[in-house]
């Protein structure tokens, strides 16, 4: 069983700055991605940013040049960081975590997608 924990969410002001942590525990073989979502009330649930495991990194048109996603350095990274800079009243909504990894069973690696339950950051104007 794989877990996903998120941390550093809160309310902060137009213009500052939150970090959000995600780690992963569990039986994981490999990483394959981590990423994070958000979900504003009343919305669907949006990519923000995702990393690969050979470095390759989407964000969101919106938050492209204001957050930055990174990771541990560890070769089994389980680990992923949120930087999130000149926050917006827009960026409020719940963050969440989601991890591709790779379990190795009895017989065969397979993949799965596990979401952690996220947590809320508020920016107020």
């Known amino acids: 069983q794989v877990q996903l924990v998120e941390s550093g969410g809160g309310l902060v002001q137009r213009g500052g700055s939150l970090r959000l942590s995600c780690v992963a525990s569990?039986?994981?073989?490999?990483?394959?991605?981590m990423g994070w979502y958000r979900q504003a009330p009343g919305k669907q649930r949006e990519l923000v940013a995702s990393?690969?495991?050979?470095?390759?990194?989407?964000?969101a048109d919106s938050v492209q040049g204001r957050f930055t996603i990174s990771r541990d350095s560890a070769k089994n990274w389980k680990t992923v960081y949120l930087q999130m800079n000149t926050l917006e009243p827009e960026d409020t909504a719940d963050y969440y975590c989601?991890?591709?990894?790779?379990?190795?069973?009895?017989?065969?690696?397979?993949?799965?997608?596990?979401w952690g339950p996220g947590t809320q950051v508020t920016v107020s104007s």
């Open positions: 569990g039986n994981i073989f490999h990483t394959n991605s």
């Open positions: 989601n991890a591709d990894v790779a379990i190795l069973g009895d017989t065969a690696v397979g993949n799965f997608l596990y």
């Open positions: 990393m690969t495991d050979n470095g390759r990194i989407n964000y």
